[in-house]
């Protein structure tokens, strides 16, 4: 309804549930990006760029270590992947 679109259209229209923790749209989870900022503030890694891959499952940043080595970071969709051994899939 038009309250809603106008909320919509002002930011007032705050989700709060599945949504927030759900990547969206190819975009990390908040619980994702704390983790990524947690290793930048640790100094594990100094940069983290744009993304160089894309997969149904997971994608690939580049990065820069603590010591300007290049990396890179793989992130797993892991609110959009549904299958009974998802933690032993992701840990090899």
Known sequence: D?????KKAAGQ???IGRDDR???EQ???PR?????FKLLSRNFLSELNG????GK???????LGGAGEQMAVKVFKTSILVFKDRDKY???
């Open 32 to 36: 994702t990006r704390l983790i990524l």
């Open 57 to 63: 499952e997971a994608n690939v940043y580049h990065a």
């Open 13 to 15: 229209n705050r989700n």
């Open 22 to 24: 759900a990547t969206q």
């Open 90 to 92: 992701m840990s090899g």
């Open 2 to 6: 038009r309250q809603k679109a106008e």
């Open 27 to 29: 975009v990390m989870d």
């Open 51 to 54: 993304c160089i891959s894309t």
